[in-house]
């Protein structure tokens, strides 16, 4: 039974296996390192849900290979987003960069959230300046007293 | 007064639909990524014929005419579908057709144009496939319109089709032309 469940768990165990190469990577690891995390902010345009660390494409190989090249040509790691950004815009940053452009997509929900939680404040607010009923007369309770009671 | 507000969520539901009527259009493709490249100079490239001893293909060459560059590869099947209308728009004389080979072993190439015919004014080879990287290529077949100062003017993602070539093309076409 403990085996059982621990094959399970092993089994659901995310396995993050890039689809680089050993051909490709890089001698110095820091060098190495620095283009892996660049390369899981980078979409492959053909399949457009990877990153061009996750992705077999042949486009996210040469992407890849570029990327290295600018890295050990010297270039930041901004400077290595940027030349690509250069060629393909900002659709090949996963990350939508905080532009003029993008303001709705970012500021959007936050937006959407604080109307509705102000249209629910105006509500219950509203809800309680309505006076409460004036008191019964004592006629007015005598009668109700008769009505109220079974026959 | 309150009855406007009433009316909010039909706006809001309308806005909405309103958006979504429009991503429902027909030829309309989620996927396509619009080009930066536009309004920019050609990027530059000094490529190698597909053929020994004719001409190769410079960016600084691109200049004086309104070009076509066309980005193509014998494995790719869109290619074989867009390349008759290649010759059609070959015929037309305001136009230089340039065809440049991704990824592209020279034999494949060779046995692909002599199997469909050559419709390029000239055909040169980026087996590497960086040229096509500065250009913004993500898959082919890819077409750039080129205007007589060397500006990228347009991008076409995939085949050509008649429409796009009736409506989008060869208007332009004349524009820059004249």
Known sequence: MMRRVLLILAL??????????????????????R?????????????????IDDSNADLAHDLRVILRERLLAGDTDQQ????????????ILLKPPFRARTLIL?????????AGAAIIMVAALRKRRVAAPAPLSAEESQRLARLMTPE | MRRLLYLLPVLAFAVIAGWFWLGLAPNRDPSEVPS????????????????AGTPGL??????GHVTLINFFASWCVPCRAEHPLLFTLAKDSRLQIDGIAYKNKQSDTTAYLAELGNPYARVVVDEPGRTA????????????????DGVIRFRQVGPFTEDV??????????????
């Open chain 1, 35 to 51: 283009a892996r995390a660049i390369s899981q902010e980078i979409r492959c345009l053909v399949c457009q849900n990877q990153t």
């Open chain 1, 80 to 91: 290595v987003k940027d030349y690509l950004t250069a060629r393909y815009g900002d659709f």
């Open chain 2, 133 to 148: 990287i500065d250009f913004g290529l993500y898959g082919v077949p890819e077409s750039y319109l080129i205007d007589r």
């Open chain 1, 12 to 33: 659901l165990l995310p396995v993050t296996a890039g689809a680089i190469e050993p051909s490709e990577m890089l001698k110095d690891p820091a060098l190495e390192a």
């Open chain 1, 106 to 114: 970012w500021i959007g929900p936050a937006l959407v959230f604080l």
């Open chain 2, 36 to 51: 930066v490249m536009i309004g920019k100079q050609v990027p530059d490239f000094d490529l190698p014929p597909l053929v």
């Open chain 2, 58 to 63: 410079k960016s600084s060459e691109l200049k």
């Open chain 2, 165 to 178: 070539i009736e409506q989008q093309l060869k208007p332009l076409i004349a524009e820059l032309s004249k």
